[in-house]
């Protein structure tokens, strides 16, 4: 149980100060509106980085089902485990995005934004095409699955930093490759807080977007499992 407890912990922290960022920027009257691209990748980037330091020693802190998955594709993650970790991350994902929205009530109703309000809950494309999108997220999450499992390799000699070094690749993908789609690059990072905007009672807001909702859950999965065997393949060759 304390490893799944770990990973709903985890996963929590990630939404709350990842989506929490974003609803400082995007929100209306907020002391961070309009603070731009730059403070959201950065926040994420911490955001990261604070949820691997604290769960870390207890689960590994996937706190993402592509990381998940992606690691059991290669033998390096139990199968059996897989199912609880990815409910754990899904509920911690939901958490942590309701814990968002009570901390901004009164900035989500000050805000007439409902693409806005939509925003700090899950991702959505600048340009919306299903197929780009899905590469966008592809890319994305074989680059960030292939950077942890690099950062995990012993003979970097990271000792303590291995956990900010996965923040700052986090926010090096996010300053990168997130203007396509927002970088979802995690299953449970869009779902759990897409599930908690439709059924929040937020003022003013639109649709969930459902029509896109696929996108950013399938297409990191794919990435995950595309960027574990790439680095499998890569560490076979350099040995």
Same mark, same amino acid.
């Given at each position: 149980?304390?490893?799944?407890?770990?990973?709903?912990?985890?996963?929590?922290?990630?939404?709350? *100060?990842?989506?929490? =960022? %974003?609803?400082?920027?995007?929100?209306?009257?907020?002391?961070?509106?309009? /603070?731009?691209?730059?403070?959201?990748?950065?926040?994420?980037?911490? +955001?990261?980085?604070?949820?691997?330091?604290? $769960? &870390?020693?207890?689960?590994?802190?996937?706190?993402?089902?592509?990381?998940? !998955?992606?690691?059991? /594709?290669?033998?390096?993650?139990?199968? /059996?485990?897989?199912?609880?970790?990815?409910?754990?991350?899904?509920?911690?994902?939901?958490?942590?995005?309701?814990?968002?929205?009570?901390?901004?009530?009164?900035?989500?109703?000050?805000?007439?934004?409902?693409?806005?309000?939509?925003?700090?809950?899950? $991702? &959505?494309?600048? !340009?919306?095409?299903?197929?780009?999108?899905?590469?966008?997220?592809?890319?994305?999450?074989?680059?960030? %699955?292939?950077?942890?499992? &690099?950062?995990?390799?012993?003979?970097?000699? *990271?000792?303590?930093?291995?956990?900010?070094?996965?923040?700052?690749? %986090?926010?090096? !993908?996010?300053?990168?490759?997130?203007?396509?789609?927002?970088? +979802?690059?995690?299953?449970?990072?869009?779902?759990?807080?897409?599930? +908690?905007?439709?059924?929040?009672?937020?003022?003013?807001?639109?649709?969930?977007?459902?029509?896109?909702?696929?996108?950013? =859950?399938?297409?990191?999965?794919? &990435?995950?499992?595309?960027? +574990?065997?790439?680095?499998?393949?890569?560490?076979?060759?350099?040995?």
């Amino acid at each position: 149980m304390g490893i799944y407890f770990a990973e709903f912990i985890g996963t929590m922290i990630l939404i709350l *100060l990842g989506n929490g =960022v %974003v609803a400082n920027v995007v929100l209306g009257k907020t002391k961070g509106n309009n /603070s731009g691209w730059i403070v959201i990748t950065t926040g994420w980037g911490f +955001a990261v980085a604070i949820a691997v330091y604290i $769960t &870390g020693w207890i689960s590994g802190a996937h706190i993402n089902p592509a990381v998940t !998955i992606g690691l059991a /594709s290669i033998g390096k993650f139990s199968w /059996s485990l897989v199912p609880g970790y990815i409910i754990a991350q899904i509920l911690g994902a939901f958490t942590g995005a309701v814990l968002v929205f009570f901390s901004y009530k009164q900035h989500y109703d000050e805000s007439d934004d409902a693409d806005g309000k939509l925003a700090t809950f899950s $991702t &959505g494309p600048a !340009i919306r095409n299903l197929f780009w999108n899905s590469i966008s997220e592809i890319i994305g999450t074989a680059m960030l %699955v292939i950077g942890i499992l &690099g950062i995990g390799q012993s003979q970097n000699n *990271l000792g303590g930093m291995g956990a900010f070094m996965v923040g700052v690749l %986090v926010w090096a !993908i996010g300053l990168s490759l997130g203007g396509s789609t927002g970088y +979802a690059i995690n299953p449970a990072r869009d779902l759990g807080p897409r599930i +908690a905007h439709a059924l929040l009672p937020i003022k003013g807001k639109r649709d969930s977007d459902w029509g896109y909702a696929l996108i950013p =859950v399938l297409a990191p999965i794919v &990435g995950g499992v595309i960027g +574990a065997y790439i680095f499998q393949f890569a560490t076979l060759i350099w040995s």
